[in-house]
């Protein structure tokens, strides 16, 4: 039973860029959300998807949105990239009631 | 509003000792759920326990203990016997359970770093 995988596992891109990040659910869990960790601090909370939309956002800007597919997989997209994006991003898998969450090794990006 | 603090940035301790690492949360919920992770260098979270908030007994599992008590929100951890492979960050964390508003949305210590020396 295959866990959580995320996609690419590691990205270079430039300031000013936009970039899509992947998130395939653990089999059974349909909702999917979404982490920023900055290097020696705890993941950060950015938002989390069931039935396709948007239930809950941490204190990011705009400029990160996502989606979430009907087969439960889901994106995370950030625009007009800052240095400050640097990080590695987590994706996290769960049934709705939150009982468990499964995450994924992550997309660690650097922006240049 | 939710808060976990993990006072201890980094422990070092030399192997076989015992180690407690402490968590200390804020919450409103009158329900929620408490965890455990382990993130070793590859970087992926490695659930270890989930604690109801209802549940107050302390559980044991091999060489891993945990201490939940609701009346000082603390939920340490506890290694006995550390070993070498335990070196990792591991971090406690909070969320609400089905019926709060904060479902879905964990919340996050800082993390303690902890070093098992040979």
């Known amino acids: 039973d295959a866990g959580v995988t995320q996609s690419p596992t590691h990205l270079i891109k430039t300031r000013g860029q936009q970039v899509t990040l992947r998130c395939s659910p653990k089999?059974?869990?349909?909702?999917v959300s979404w982490y920023q960790q900055a290097l020696g601090q705890g993941p950060q909370f950015i938002f989390q998807?069931?039935?396709?939309?948007?239930?809950q956002r941490g204190n990011f800007p705009d400029r990160f949105s996502g989606h979430q597919f009907p087969n439960y997989s889901s994106e995370l997209n950030v625009n007009a990239l800052l240095l400050g994006d640097s990080a590695l991003y987590l994706c996290?898998?769960?049934?709705?009631?939150?009982?468990?969450?499964?995450f994924g090794s992550g997309t660690r990006l650097t922006v240049v | 509003a939710q808060k976990v603090t993990q006072a201890q940035t980094e422990i070092s301790v030399v192997e076989k000792e015992d180690v407690t690492l402490d968590c200390v949360y804020e919450t409103r919920d009158t329900t929620y759920y408490l965890f455990w992770y382990k993130q070793p260098p590859s970087g992926e979270l490695v659930f270890l326990i989930r604690r109801n908030s209802f549940d107050e007994q302390n559980e044991i599992s091999g060489r891993y203990s945990w201490n939940f008590q609701k009346s000082t929100s603390s939920f340490n951890f506890t290694i006995t016997a550390s070993q070498v492979v335990d070196s990792a960050v591991y971090f406690c964390?909070?969320?609400?359970?089905?019926?709060?508003?904060?479902?879905?949305?964990?919340?996050f210590g800082q993390g303690t770093t902890l070093q098992v020396k040979p």
């Open positions: 089999s059974g869990h349909d909702t």
């Open positions: 998807y069931y039935e396709e939309e948007e239930r």
């Open positions: 996290a898998s769960s049934p709705w009631s939150g009982e468990g969450y499964t």
């Open positions: 964390a909070l969320s609400g359970d089905g019926s709060s508003s904060n479902t879905g949305k964990l919340i």
